[in-house]
C-alpha cells in the first residue's frame, strides 16, 4: 500500500488524460519560445474535425467518386454497380460499428486503427497488421498524386504534358501518359512532403481550403441534378447492334449519309471496311448490324465508352469532358478543380498520417528495426518516418497506373478492416471482465459478417494481390514472434491462450493416462546456493535433450526461511531459474517453494506441483556429492527422502550420476553408445529414455545396446531371440546382450515374472493362442504382472530372498531388523558381527554386478541401470547409499531409472 495512489490523485490524472495531438496554435508556439523547447515539447494537436473528420471525406470525396464511380456504372451497368457500392458500404459500416466498440472500451493514444488491433490481438498480429495499414495509408498517398496529376494533365491543362499524346493511339498513347504520371507525380510528391515535413500547420491551413472546394464540388453535384431534372441535357450513344461504339474517330452516327442526290460513306464506314466505296468489303459484324443513335441516361451512363484495355479511351470520357462534371452547376469547372483539390488534399492527409502511424509503430518496439523511426524532431514531428514515406509513396508512383496502385491499397485496407472485426468479435465471444464498452449497439455475428465480407472482397478484387498481402502480414508476424515481442498487453489472443488452457485442463482426465498417450512430465529438483544461483545446470541441459518427449518441464528450487522474510530471494531464484531455462531452451515453468527447511519444500514440490490433470510423473534429480562427509549429511537424507516420496506417490525417478561429466546442448557425439542395463521390468521407461534421448543432436549418431540378466538357470539364447522380437513390436532400434549372473549379484532388485522372457514365453503357450493373438496377450500379462509399489516405510519388513518363491517380489534388507524382530539374541555381539558380514556381503555382490557393468559399458556415452527400492528405516541409508556408490564405481555418466510402477510404453500403434 506504500506505493498505492491517493483516489484523488488517481481520479485527477485520469481527468486530465488527453490522448489528443497539438493544435496549430500550440505547435507555433513551441516551434518560436525557446524556454517552452526547453520543457516538455507536446507532440503537434489537429483535433477531431481536422485529425478525424476533414481526412475521411476527403478520402471518400476523392478519386474514385469523381474519376472512377462513373466508369464503374457504364463498365459494371446500374444493378452491378449497385451490388458493388453495397458490399463495400456494408463492409465498412460494419467495421465502423466494430471499431466504435473498440474505440469506446478505453482510452485510444495515438496510432488509430494500429492501437486497437495490437491492444486487443497482441504485438503479433498488431504489428503485421500495423505494417499493412501503414502500407495502405502510404500508397493511398500515392493514388490520390496520381488522380491529381491525371485531373491535371487530362482536364485542366493537358498541353502541360511533358511527353505529347496528341496524334498516339493504343500502347504509344498509354506509355506517353505514364511517362507524363510518373515525371508530375515525383514532382507533387516532393512538394507534399515538404510541406508536411515543414510542419503541420501549414497542413492545417492547406487543409481549410482542400475543404471549401470538396463541400463546393458536392453542392455543384446536387444543383446540376435538381437542374437536370428540368433541363434534361442530350447525351447521345452510338450503338452498333447492342455494342456500344467509341465516339472518338467519326462525328456522324450512321453507315451512310445523303449528300444531294448522292449516298456518301461516314468515317464510321471507312472505320469498319477497307475503303470507302459502297462496294468496299467490311468487317462481318459491322454488315450484319445496324447503326443507331440513343439517348444516355442523365448523369449514369451518359458517354460511357467501351474500350476497357486502353486506358486513354477510359480517361477521355465524355468526348474529352469529365462526365460529372457535365452535370454541375453551373459550370463543369467547379467539378474540375473541387476534384483536383480533394485528392491534393487526400495525399496530403495521408502523408501526415503515415509517418505518425509508423513512428506509433516504431516506438512500442515490437520490430527492432524500425526504432529509429520512432524519433523526429523535438515536438514530436516523425521526420525519419516521413523520409521512408515519402521513398515507399514514389514506388507508388512509378508504377504510374491509377488502377494498378488502387488494389495495392486495397488489399492493406481490407486486411486492416478484417482484423477490426476479428478483434471486436473475439473480445465478445471471450466475454473477458475488462470488455466493457460504452457503444452498445454491437454484435459478435455483424463483425463475423463484416471480417468475412473483407475477405471476400480482398479475393473478388485481385487474389494473387490478397494472397501478397498475406504473406507480408505472416512474414511481418513471425518475426515478432522469432523476435520476441516483449509487450504484454492483455490482448484476446492471450485470452483465447487461457480459455483453451481451461478448456483443456478440465477435460484432462485426473486419473492416469493411458499407455499410448503416456510421455515423461518431468519435476526437475534444482539445488541452490547461498548466492540463489544454480548448482547443477546441466540437469536443465539433460532435460532439454529429452524433449522429444513432448511432456511438461517444472523446474522446482527451495528456499530456506519464511515467506515474509525470504521472498525476494525466491523471486531471484525463480528468475535465475527461468533464464537458465532460457539459455538451455527449456520449455516449461518454474516453481520455487520457501519453506523452514529443504525437506519439507521438496516434498511440498513433489506432492503440489502441476494443476488438474497435468502433474509430473516423473522426478529428476541429481545424486549428491560428497554425502560422506559430515557437513553434507543433510543431502543424503534429502535425497532418500526424495527416493521415498516418489516411490510412495508412483512417480518415476531419474537420479544422474556424475551430473557435471553430461553433455552440454552445444556438444555431439560423433559415436559411442547409449547402454542399458535391464534387470528388472518395471514398466519400459529404462528402454524409452534412450530413445528420446537419440532424438536429440548431441545423443543422435549414438548406438543403443540393451543388455539383460538371466539367472543361471534361464535359457539365456531364448531370452535373446524374445527380447530382441519384443524390441522390434516396440519399434525400438538396439543391440541385444544377454548376461548370466547368479541370483545374490541381483538380489537388491525387485523382480517380477515378466523379467523371465522364457517363463513369460511358456504361459503364451500354454494358453494355445495363435501367433496374433499371442502377441496382443504380452501387453496384457505384463500389466498383470506388473512391478508391485514396494511397501510402505510403515509397512511390515519385507521378506528375504531366500523366504520367497521364483517369480515372487523380492526386496533386498538394508538392515537385519527382520532377524531383530524374530531373534532377540541379535543384539549381542555375535549378532553385531553377522551383521556386518551381512553388509559385507551385500557390497560384494554389488562389486560382481559393478564389475560386469564396468566389463561391458566402461566406454558408453552414458549407462541407464535399475534404481533399487530404498530401504525401509533409517538405519540402513548409508549402507544403501554406498551400494549405489559401489555399483556406479568406474562408470562416467550414470542414469539410475526407477519407474512408477506402470507400463510407459506399448505394441500398439
Not at 502510404?138 to 496528341?166: D, N, Q, R, S, W
Request: include cysteine.
Amino acid at each position: 500500500m506504500d506505493t498505492s495512489p491517493m483516489v484523488s490523485s488517481l481520479l485527477s490524472s485520469l481527468a486530465n488524460y488527453s490522448n489528443l495531438t497539438q493544435g496549430s496554435k500550440e505547435h507555433e508556439e513551441a516551434e518560436n519560445n525557446e524556454e517552452a523547447r526547453k520543457k516538455t515539447v507536446q507532440a503537434p494537436r489537429m483535433g477531431t474535425l481536422m485529425g478525424v473528420y476533414l481526412p475521411c471525406m476527403q478520402n471518400i470525396l476523392g478519386v474514385i467518386l469523381f474519376l472512377r464511380m462513373t466508369w464503374l456504372v457504364g463498365a459494371g451497368g446500374v444493378l452491378g454497380t449497385f451490388i458493388i457500392v453495397f458490399m463495400c458500404c456494408s463492409t465498412t459500416m460494419l467495421t465502423a460499428i466494430s471499431m466504435s466498440a473498440i474505440a469506446t472500451n478505453g482510452v485510444v493514444p495515438a496510432g488509430g486503427s494500429y492501437y486497437m488491433i495490437s491492444r486487443s490481438l497482441g504485438p503479433e498480429f498488431g504489428g503485421a497488421v500495423g505494417i499493412c495499414f501503414y502500407l495502405g495509408t502510404t500508397f493511398a498517398g500515392a493514388m490520390y498524386i496520381l488522380g491529381c496529376i491525371e485531373i491535371l494533365l487530362i482536364y485542366i491543362v493537358p498541353a502541360a504534358a511533358i511527353f505529347k499524346m496528341e496524334g498516339l493511339e493504343g500502347a504509344e498513347a498509354e506509355a506517353a501518359l505514364l511517362n507524363n504520371m510518373r515525371v508530375y507525380g515525383t514532382i507533387v510528391l516532393s512538394f507534399m512532403a515538404l510541406v508536411v515535413f515543414v510542419g503541420v500547420k501549414y497542413v492545417n491551413k492547406l487543409a481549410l481550403v482542400f475543404l471549401a472546394c470538396v463541400i463546393l464540388s458536392i453542392l455543384a453535384v446536387y444543383a446540376g441534378v435538381i437542374k437536370t431534372s428540368f433541363d434534361p441535357p442530350f447525351f447521345p450513344v452510338c450503338l452498333l447492334g447492342n455494342r456500344t461504339l467509341v465516339s472518338k474517330g467519326f462525328d456522324i452516327c450512321a453507315k451512310t449519309i445523303e449528300q444531294g442526290n448522292a449516298t456518301v460513306t461516314t468515317k464510321l464506314w471507312r472505320a469498319f471496311c477497307d475503303s470507302e466505296f459502297l462496294n468496299a468489303t467490311c468487317d462481318e459484324y459491322f454488315t450484319s448490324n445496324n447503326v443507331s443513335q440513343i439517348q444516355g441516361i442523365p448523369g449514369i451512363t451518359s458517354g460511357i465508352l467501351a474500350g476497357k484495355k486502353t486506358p486513354y479511351l477510359k480517361l477521355k470520357l465524355f468526348n474529352g469532358n469529365l462526365v460529372i462534371g457535365t452535370l454541375a452547376w453551373p459550370s463543369p469547372w467547379v467539378i474540375v478543380f473541387g476534384s483536383f483539390f480533394s485528392t491534393c488534399g487526400a495525399g496530403l492527409q495521408s502523408l501526415t498520417g503515415a509517418p505518425r502511424l509508423l513512428q506509433a509503430i516504431a516506438r512500442d518496439s515490437i520490430i527492432p528495426f524500425l526504432r529509429v523511426f520512432g524519433h523526429g524532431k523535438a515536438n514530436g514531428e516523425p521526420t525519419w518516418a516521413l523520409l521512408l514515406t515519402a521513398c515507399i509513396c514514389e514506388t507508388g508512383i512509378l508504377i504510374a497506373s491509377l488502377d494498378a496502385v488502387a488494389p495495392i491499397l486495397s488489399m492493406f485496407f481490407l486486411m486492416c478492416y478484417m482484423f477490426v472485426n476479428l478483434a471486436c468479435a473475439l473480445q465478445t465471444l471471450l466475454r473477458t471482465p475488462n470488455w466493457r464498452p460504452r457503444f452498445k449497439f454491437y454484435h459478435w455475428a455483424l463483425s463475423l459478417l463484416g471480417m468475412s465480407l473483407c475477405l471476400t472482397l480482398m479475393f473478388l478484387c485481385s487474389w494473387y494481390y490478397a494472397i501478397v498481402a498475406m504473406v507480408i502480414a505472416s512474414c511481418i508476424y513471425k518475426y515478432i514472434e522469432f523476435c520476441g515481442a516483449e509487450k504484454e498487453w492483455g490482448d484476446g489472443i492471450r485470452g483465447i491462450s487461457l480459455s483453451a488452457a481451461r478448456y483443456a485442463l478440465m477435460r484432462l482426465e485426473e486419473g492416469p493416462p493411458h499407455t499410448k498417450n503416456w510421455r515423461p512430465q518431468i519435476l526437475v529438483l534444482m539445488s541452490l546456493d547461498g548466492e540463489q544461483s544454480v548448482e547443477q545446470p546441466r540437469l536443465l541441459s539433460l532435460t532439454s535433450q529429452l524433449k522429444a518427449g513432448k511432456g511438461l518441464t517444472i523446474v522446482g528450487a527451495c528456499v530456506e526461511g519464511t515467506y515474509l522474510n525470504n521472498q525476494p530471494q525466491a523471486q531471484k531464484a525463480d528468475q535465475v531459474c527461468m533464464k537458465l531455462m532460457e539459455v538451455e531452451k527449456v520449455k516449461g515453468f518454474s516453481q520455487v517453494v520457501i519453506s523452514s527447511n529443504l525437506r519439507d519444500a521438496t516434498s511440498h514440490l513433489i506432492q503440489a506441483g502441476g494443476l488438474g490433470g497435468l502433474r509430473h510423473n516423473t522426478v529428476l534429480v541429481s545424486f549428491p556429492k560428497n554425502w560422506k562427509q559430515a557437513e553434507e549429511h543433510h543431502r543424503c537424507r534429502n535425497f532418500i527422502e526424495v527416493v521415498r516420496e516418489t516411490t510412495a506417490a508412483h512417480l518415476a525417478l531419474l537420479v544422474t550420476k556424475n551430473i557435471s561429466a553430461y553433455p552440454s546442448n552445444g556438444e555431439r557425439f560423433t559415436e559411442g553408445h547409449i547402454d542399458v542395463w535391464w534387470i528388472v521390468h518395471d514398466g519400459g521407461l529404462l528402454m524409452l529414455l534412450p530413445f528420446l534421448l537419440r532424438q536429440h543432436k548431441v545423443w543422435r549418431k549414438c548406438k543403443i545396446r540393451i543388455f539383460t540378466v538371466a539367472q543361471m538357470d534361464d535359457n539365456s539364447i531364448q531370452m535373446k531371440k524374445d527380447l530382441m522380437t519384443f524390441l522390434y513390436h516396440l519399434r525400438f532400434d538396439a543391440e541385444v546382450e544377454v548376461v548370466e549372473m547368479h541370483d545374490s549379484d541381483i538380489s537388491a532388485y525387485t523382480y517380477e515374472k515378466t523379467l523371465v522372457m522364457e517363463q513369460r514365453s511358456q504361459i503364451l503357450k500354454e494358453m494355445h493362442l495363435t501367433k496374433n493373438e499371442r502377441e496382443r496377450e504380452v501387453q496384457l500379462i505384463q500389466g498383470k504382472n506388473a512391478t508391485p509399489t514396494p511397501t510402505s516405510p510403515t509397512s511390515p519388513t519385507a521378506p528375504t530372498p531366500a523366504a520367497v518363491t521364483p517369480g515372487e517380489e523380492v526386496q533386498m534388507t538394508w538392515t537385519d531388523e527382520t532377524e531383530k524382530t524374530n531373534n532377540p539374541a541379535v543384539a549381542n555381539p555375535e549378532s553385531v558381527k553377522d551383521m556386518n558380514q551381512s553388509n559385507f556381503r551385500r557390497m560384494h555382490h554389488a562389486q560382481e554386478l559393478n564389475g560386469v557393468i564396468v566389463k561391458k559399458s566402461k566406454e558408453a556415452k552414458l549407462v541407464l541401470l535399475n534404481m533399487p527400492g530404498p530401504p525401509k528405516n533409517r538405519n540402513g541409508e548409508e549402507n544403501y547409499m554406498e551400494f549405489l556408490e559401489v555399483l556406479t564405481e568406474g562408470l562416467n555418466r550414470v542414469l539410475l531409472v526407477r519407474g512408477g510402477g506402470r507400463e510407459v510404453i506399448t505394441i500398439y500403434s
